[in-house]
């Protein structure tokens, strides 16, 4: 049986709601974020996913400008297990105020996603602000 409108006409199903997000992030989860951009041998980190097509682009654009980067593939098979993947999501949310992804972070700072056509130049930018203390 279907719900009814008011007029008496089937209504639609309410759309389901967004996934649940923690409520609070695992500190394991927030010490993996914070070693990730800490390393300052490597101070671009790109958090992606491997199917990403904005993904892609940064990677592009860092081979173009030469720009080497640890990257943390959330989707790969090591983040799988027990929403992993999730948790460091929500870490790096935390940290920067940003949900989406691609997330750059250089020297540990935030210079954002793929939403700017020059993003691979804020990172060069970046890096050697980084190189330079």
């Known amino acids: 049986m279907s719900a009814a409108s008011a007029t008496g006409a ?3 199903a309410a759309p389901p709601g967004p996934a649940s997000v923690p409520q609070a992030v695992p500190a394991d989860a ?3 974020v914070a070693r990730r951009i800490a390393d300052l041998t490597q101070p671009v ?5 491997d199917w990403c097509e904005f993904c892609w682009s940064v990677r592009g654009m860092f081979a173009k400008q030469g720009i ?3 990257s943390v593939d959330l989707d790969s098979v090591e983040y799988q297990a027990a929403n ?3 948790e460091i999501r929500a870490a790096l949310s935390a940290r920067t105020s940003v949900s989406t992804i691609p997330q750059i972070l250089v020297g ?3 210079v954002g996603g793929y939403t700017r056509a020059d993003t691979a130049r804020n990172c060069a930018t970046e890096v050697a602000g980084v190189r330079e203390k």
């Not at 980190?45 to 996913?49: D, H, P, Y």
């Open 84 to 86: 992993r993947s999730g």
């Open 30 to 32: 927030e010490a993996f």
């Open 68 to 70: 080497s980067y640890r």
């Open 108 to 110: 540990g700072e935030s």
């Open 10 to 12: 089937p209504s639609a």
């Open 45 to 49: 980190v790109l958090f992606a996913l």
